[in-house]
């Protein structure tokens, strides 16, 4: 209880949205986006050799835009709601995201983050040791080619953004379903534009190919902020918030230019405990005390151990791998 007093007090001041500070990170971040999809456009003529690194920079912007969109969708990125929902919406249409439908969905993650009892919305499969040994061998399979790094960071991005993202989710409130279909809608005048102007395969191998790699960038943060040596799961009787956010959600530390293009994103125990700090003031907030800044950070090098992660042992407290578990692996 005292420590909920304590973090609530310090988070408190940092929940204040800033316009010129959103306005600012729209700027820097929408203007070279569209300035890179001119030069992809141009560069298509002369050589793909030319247009690949140039994807991959627009990537890194694009990756840049969803970190706002997400804000919006907290409702922390402005301080007013409509103005959230107009840019949310174009954030949302340039990451192909239906707006309410991920906001209802992201909402859920937040409120289920490390309870073993409510896993499946807007989380990476995980299974328990146990269930994953009761499981049959399609299930065992199913979850082996799930938790493949190249169908997790390579394949599911594209799926996810393209394919996925075009359905509601079974269970979705009314509005939430219909946003799916304006975005859908949205999304469609948006390729034919795009297309009319650059040529549909022309289009079609920028957008696919910016989405993947962007989408790669993005599962690969999700998963390193709730996968990593330390993480944090519970049944429901002994879950806490404060613990979900503090041990659940790593402080992943960051190159400052991979830290600009993931909008503090990395700061991520900051932000499971409390949504509504815009992504500009997360860094703030973490260095205003020592409950956050004695947290061991989780570097990139360190992070590339998760790679081995598939499982969580109910009975040691951690994720470990396939090997080792005392059983057939499918």
């Known amino acids: 209880?005292?420590?909920?007093?304590?973090?609530?007090?310090i988070v408190a001041r940092y929940q204040r949205a800033s316009s010129a500070r959103a306005n600012w990170q729209l700027i820097n971040t929408l203007g070279p986006y569209a300035i890179l999809w001119y030069a992809m456009y141009l560069s298509?003529?002369?050589?793909?050799?030319?247009?690949?690194?140039?994807?991959?920079l627009a990537a890194g912007f694009l990756a840049r835009i969803f970190i706002i969109f997400h804000d919006c969708g907290h409702g922390s990125f402005y301080k007013s709601r409509v103005a959230n929902r107009i840019v949310g919406f174009i954030t949302g249409l340039l990451t192909l995201t239906p707006y309410h439908h991920w906001r209802w969905q992201h909402g859920l993650h937040h409120r289920t983050c490390g309870d073993l009892d409510r896993r499946g919305m807007g989380d990476i499969?995980?299974?328990?040791?146990?269930?994953?040994?009761?499981?049959?061998?399609?299930?065992?399979?199913?979850y082996r080619l799930v938790r493949n790094p190249v169908v997790l960071f390579v394949v599911a991005p594209l799926y996810l953004f393209v394919i996925h993202q075009r359905f509601a989710a079974a269970g979705a409130p009314r509005r939430e379903?219909?946003?799916?279909?304006?975005?859908?809608?949205?999304?469609?005048?948006?390729?034919?534009?795009?297309?009319?102007?650059?040529g549909f395969k022309t289009y079609l191998l920028i957008q696919?190919?910016?989405?993947?790699?962007?989408?790669?960038?993005?599962?690969?943060l999700f998963y390193v902020q709730h996968q990593f040596e330390?993480?944090?799961?519970?049944r429901s009787n002994a879950w806490s918030y404060t613990d979900a956010a503090l041990k659940g959600s790593?402080?992943?530390?960051?190159?400052?230019?991979?830290q600009w293009f993931s909008g503090n994103i990395g700061f991520h125990h900051i932000h499971h405990l409390c949504p509504r700090i815009a992504n500009y003031n997360l860094q703030r907030c973490h260095e205003a005390d020592t409950l956050f800044t004695q947290i061991k950070p989780l570097t990139l090098l360190a992070s590339l151990?998760?790679?081995?992660?598939?499982?969580?042992?109910?009975?040691?407290?951690?994720?470990?791998?396939?090997r080792g578990i005392g059983a057939p692996l499918c």
């Open 305 to 322: 151990k998760s790679l081995a992660f598939r499982l969580w042992d109910e009975q040691t407290g951690k994720l470990v791998g396939f």
């Open 230 to 234: 330390g993480a944090y799961w519970q």
């Open 250 to 258: 790593s402080f992943y530390k960051l190159p400052r230019v991979l």
């Open 44 to 56: 298509v003529s002369i050589s793909w050799w030319l247009t690949v690194p140039l994807a991959l």
């Open 1 to 9: 209880m005292a420590m909920a007093t304590r973090w609530k007090s």
């Open 208 to 220: 696919l190919g910016v989405t993947t790699i962007a989408g790669s960038a993005g599962i690969w």
């Open 125 to 142: 499969w995980t299974l328990t040791v146990r269930e994953y040994l009761e499981s049959s061998r399609w299930r065992r399979f199913s």
């Open 177 to 198: 379903r219909l946003s799916v279909h304006w975005m859908n809608l949205a999304i469609l005048a948006m390729a034919g534009g795009m297309s009319a102007l650059l």
